[in-house]
């Protein structure tokens, strides 16, 4: 069982960068430290604190637009912990400097590089970048495509839609053989099949889909694999928020607040790119824009939380896992980062001794 946390660097309100940057280190380390199997580095772009009469200020900034930079200053400062993108957009990135980058990173880790991969379930990051997103399904499958193969040829030669190289020779290659462990992304039902097609690992979230749509999503990857002729039985790590606290009441009443603004600033986010993205898309933000408009903290504490206690935390923790056949979880410790320095890091704390030992038995 892998015990992750996901690291968002956020650069939030009354806070300078600098201040942000420092965090993210400290966290990091406090990971190290108490025996967190690995943290995973999201990508966030062009997020902006909300002023009046600004709804693309939805959101909380962060200073993690490149993962794979932060990746290797976290390994220059850690000895055993796991660095993982959660996730690279493969879409906005150059295929051929994006495999530089996460070999080079895999090199100065000794192999402790988990390459996780997506292609992100808002358009404002295409917008910016001037990629439409429309194109993010092709150019997700043929940048992975050819990632994949700078690993593992000598020489590479490939013609595509996107991209054509004739004969390169890409370096560094990755420290692990043949390449890092790649875990896809999956939010929407379609996605998950796509995965189970193509054999990976996924990664998923409890912030989009309750643990019911979860568990048909799970079923229709690992159906997916067995009829694709996949002889393993489908890797899933989820992230979901998670905060644990000395006393039941801590656990339950710290993070409240933040996680209630962070869901209304999620159904809000829905709603305004219910149209991206073709008709199944744009259903299904719908959906996921109507279960989370009016959402009770206790219907989320119901079924996409983990917050109270170390032992409310595990038994919660415990079912998720049992009922989905997890081989990972990943803590996302300050769900709407309104919780201070010292909450997150003494919430990692309890989660990395209190919790981790026992998801792990």
Request: hydrophobic fraction near 35%.
């Amino acid at each position: 069982m892998h015990v992750g946390l996901v690291m968002e660097c956020d650069y939030r309100q009354g806070r300078t960068q600098e201040q942000a940057f420092s965090e993210a280190f400290e966290i990091a380390e406090c990971a190290e430290e108490h025996g967190v199997d690995g943290v995973w580095l999201a990508e966030r772009h062009f997020a902006t604190h909300r002023r009046p009469g600004d709804p693309m200020g939805a959101g909380i900034p962060s200073v993690v637009s490149v993962p794979l930079v932060w990746a290797g200053a976290i390994a220059a400062r850690t000895k055993k912990l796991r660095i993982g993108t959660g996730v690279s957009v493969l879409p906005l990135c150059h295929p051929i400097r994006l495999a530089e980058e996460a070999a080079t990173v895999d090199q100065i880790s000794q192999g402790r590089l988990d390459f996780g991969v997506g292609r992100s379930s808002f358009p404002r990051s295409y917008k910016g970048y001037g990629i439409p997103y429309e194109e993010s399904r092709e150019r997700f499958q043929e940048n992975l495509e050819i990632i994949n193969k700078a690993w593992t040829s000598d020489r590479l030669t490939y013609e595509g839609k996107y991209y054509s190289f004739e004969d390169l020779c890409v370096m560094p290659q990755p420290y692990q053989k043949p390449h890092p462990p790649i875990r896809i992304a999956a939010t929407t039902p379609d996605t998950f099949s796509m995965i189970g097609k193509l054999g990976y690992p996924l990664v998923s979230s409890l912030r989009g889909l309750d643990v019911l749509d979860m568990e048909r999503n799970v079923v229709s990857y690992r159906d997916t694999l067995n009829q694709e002729g996949f002889e393993h039985s489908g890797s899933v790590y989820l992230r979901m928020p998670i905060y644990v606290g000395e006393t039941e009441r801590k656990g339950i009443g710290d993070p409240e607040e933040g996680t209630m603004k962070s869901f209304r600033r999620l159904a809000e986010n829905y709603a305004q790119s219910a149209g991206a993205g073709g008709a199944s898309e744009a259903v299904a933000r719908q959906q996921r824009y109507e279960k989370l408009a009016n959402v009770t903290y206790e219907e989320l504490l119901e079924d996409r939380l983990a917050y109270g206690s170390p032992d409310t935390v595990v038994k919660k923790l415990r079912s998720i896992i049992d009922r989905l056949g997890l081989e990972g979880i990943i803590m996302e410790p300050n769900v709407g980062g309104t919780l201070s320095e010292s909450q997150v890091l003494n919430s990692i704390r309890l989660y990395a001794s209190e919790v981790a030992p026992r998801l792990r038995n």
